[in-house]
């Protein structure tokens, strides 16, 4: 009686599952197919780019412009002693790269670089940071006579500097009531 008891909750089971599983595949819906679209390449230029965009004073950096040839202009800054010659770095967006170098004098802070192409001038910053002070270093060995090293004082014969005066305190214990 069990054995069919269980056949006929498999059969009820089966007989309700098959509709559901045909009417959920009539909900699904093709997917569109795939377009291909090119889309309009982007335009490169203008762009300023630095390497680092952190440096010490004295360091030299890497300055990259993405300008058409002909059409770059100034590259300038307060913080730069001198920039080195632009030469084409990349045919393909034309990138143009110089090495510039930092003053020795140049103060942590953020500097503005500025560049031209064509009529358009581009602006990026640069941290100037600070060198890292003599304290994380250890102290230099001197050669000279340093400070006279402290002379231990004579003994006097006894053990203790100072006597003790009266009687001796001491406590009261944890016995006591």
Do not use: W
Not at 83 to 91: D, H, L, Q, S, Y
């Amino acid at each position: 009686m069990i054995r069919y008891r269980s056949a006929l909750m498999v059969a009820c089971g089966v007989a309700l599952a098959v509709p559901a599983v045909a009417y959920a595949q009539d909900d699904v819906q093709p997917s569109p197919a795939p377009t291909t679209t090119a889309s309009p390449k982007a335009d490169p230029y203008p762009f300023l780019g630095l390497s680092p965009r952190q440096a010490m004073a004295g360091e030299d950096i890497l300055v990259s412009v993405g300008c058409p040839v002909g059409e770059l202009g100034e590259v300038k800054s307060m913080v730069l002693d001198r920039i080195g010659k632009f030469e084409v770095t990349n045919p393909d967006p034309v990138i143009h790269g110089a090495v510039a170098h930092i003053s020795d004098k140049a103060r942590p802070g953020f500097y503005a670089i500025t560049a031209t192409c064509k009529t358009t001038t581009m602006t990026a910053n640069l941290q100037i940071v600070a060198k890292p002070t003599s304290s994380n270093k250890p102290p230099k060995p001197t050669l000279g006579p340093g400070p006279a090293p402290e002379k231990p004082k004579p003994a006097s014969g006894r053990q203790v500097s100072k006597i003790p005066v009266g009687a001796p305190q001491t406590g009261g214990g944890g016995t006591t009531h």
